[in-house]
């Protein structure tokens, strides 16, 4: 888990609130209203790699490519 966190967080465009948020999300998995209040305003999400931008080598598999 805390793999993802870091992950989630230092690539969004508000590391630290979308980082609270996460936790406070997880702690409080089973209250829907808490998991949606802290959803809300987080900024930008962490950006995604396209598959074609990265080394052939690198890939972990080439199926569907």
Same mark, same amino acid.
């Given at each position: ?6 992950? #989630? =967080?230092?690539?969004? @465009? ?11 999300? $997880? ?10 209040? #802290? =959803?809300?305003?987080? @900024? ?11 080394? $052939? ?9």
């Amino acid at each position: 888990m805390e793999y993802l966190l870091v992950q #989630v =967080s230092f690539k969004s @465009g508000d590391p630290a609130k979308r980082a609270a948020a996460c936790v406070k999300a $997880v702690t409080y998995f089973t209250d829907a209203k808490v998991v949606a209040e #802290v =959803s809300r305003g987080l @900024g930008e999400a962490m950006v995604g790699i396209n598959v074609a931008d990265i080394p $052939v080598p690198h890939r972990l598999a080439e199926r569907g490519w």
